[in-house]
């Protein structure tokens, strides 16, 4: 799971599997750090940097699987969302657990792309949508950042999880719960269940 971003008053993003951007700045005021992100699971979100006095700037982007979220340095729009990672347990290569784009600081200023493999854009850019874009369903993905003006106010939810198993045909019990996908013909004698919500397997 990723960690939140930062806030206009609360700057420094919050830890996670994958860390949290950092938010813009204010006058003169120092940005926010993004969050740490935890070691074999993702990297630390961008951090919002500032150099001189400018009237504020972009936010970090959210951390990814695969990297950390762009950080940002006395530019008004917001840092992209860290790539996330391919995986073929599916016998397919699906890239999944991709950062949050950040908002921008004014609307007429790029929002930051989420990162590969489902994250969601930030909002308040001129190419943007007036809200952040959430996360791709299943993929754990972080959600776009909301920006702090009035008429593009609100971020966006993360992806839900996946839980995936792969074994051998021969070891496969039958005995689930929660009605996973059951795929016995993508890999020869091995069967692949996928989890969209919860649910159990029993060896």
Do not use: C, W
């Amino acid at each position: 799971g990723g960690g939140g971003g930062g806030t206009f008053y609360t700057k420094a993003g919050v830890a996670g599997g994958s860390g949290g951007g950092g938010a813009r700045e204010s006058g003169a005021e120092a940005g926010g750090d993004g969050g740490a992100g935890t070691s074999n699971q993702g990297y630390r979100g961008g951090n919002a940097e500032l150099t001189g006095a400018v009237d504020g700037s972009g936010s970090g982007g959210g951390g990814g699987a695969s990297e950390q979220g762009e950080d940002i340095d006395s530019v008004f729009g917001g840092g992209d969302g860290g790539d996330g990672v391919a995986s073929a347990i599916t016998a397919a290569s699906v890239t999944r657990a991709g950062g949050g784009g950040a908002s921008s600081h004014f609307s007429n200023n790029p929002a930051g792309n989420g990162g590969s493999g489902g994250g969601g854009k930030g909002a308040g850019g001129s190419t943007s949508p007036a809200n952040g874009v959430a996360g791709t369903t299943n993929t754990g993905s972080g959600g776009g950042g909301g920006n702090h003006a009035s008429h593009y106010p609100n971020a966006a939810a993360g992806g839900s999880g996946v839980v995936i198993l792969r074994m051998p045909d021969s070891g496969y019990s039958g005995t689930t719960s929660g009605s996973p996908t059951v795929d016995t013909s993508s890999v020869a004698d091995e069967t692949i269940l996928i989890f969209n919500a919860s649910g159990s397997y029993t060896p």
